[in-house]
């Protein structure tokens, strides 16, 4: 279990990555939630329950790479962005859904612009695959209209692959930003 006021190192980029929570403490606990439902629902879709994919899509857009327009243009509003802005994470790995940690970590917007491959050969940028499961594929939002097939690459509820990407993406994630310690906190 981690004390919530503490900071640690990432092992990579040495930036801090547990924030004091006096600091920011509504960023902070919105980011340990996050991790918290992110271990959840990783729990629950290694059991059988496929369609936490899409809970856990949601939760990595929070933490990886949320938007809003400001004045014409996007902004960066992601958790890492706000309190961990020198992150860096290893690319994905060529074939399975995962990453090559024997790889040098990239800042995070390089990141998430690598390219995966899902099982149907469909090739989408991380951040591409995370914001198409959250703004098409149930995870915040549906679309298109039922019984319409999305038009990039026909990607429709998990069939291409894109669960297990989300699954080993949240797997990363947790393995990096919240190496399972954060179950035992009290809310």
């Known amino acids: 279990m981690v004390d919530s006021g503490c900071f640690r190192k990432h092992p990579l980029s040495g930036s801090d990555l547990y924030m004091q929570p006096h600091l920011d403490p509504t960023l902070f606990n919105y980011f ?6 992110l271990e959840s629902s990783l729990g629950l879709y290694r059991q ?4 936490q994919y899409r809970v856990m899509a949601g939760q990595l857009r929070l933490l990886l790479c949320d938007t809003t327009r400001a004045h014409n243009r996007v902004v960066d509003i992601s958790l890492a962005a706000r309190l961990y802005p020198d992150l860096a994470l290893h690319p994905p790995a060529d074939g399975d859904p995962g990453f090559e940690r024997s790889r040098a970590p990239l800042p995070r917007l390089e990141w998430l612009n690598q390219t995966v491959v899902l ?3 469909t090739r989408l940028s991380l951040r591409d695959l995370i914001r198409w499961v959250c703004d098409k ?20 509820s998990g ?22 310690k954060f179950s035992g906190l009290d809310r």
Do not use: F, N
């Open 159 to 180: 069939t291409a692959g894109q669960d297990a990407w989300i699954a080993a993406l949240c797997d990363y994630i947790l393995s990096e930003m919240g190496q399972g």
């Open 119 to 121: 099982a149907d050969g």
């Open 137 to 156: 594929d149930g995870g915040a939002h549906v679309d298109p209209p039922a019984g319409r097939v999305p038009v990039r690459g026909g990607l429709g």
């Open 48 to 51: 059988g329950a496929r369609e």
């Open 32 to 37: 340990r939630d996050s991790l918290k439902i």
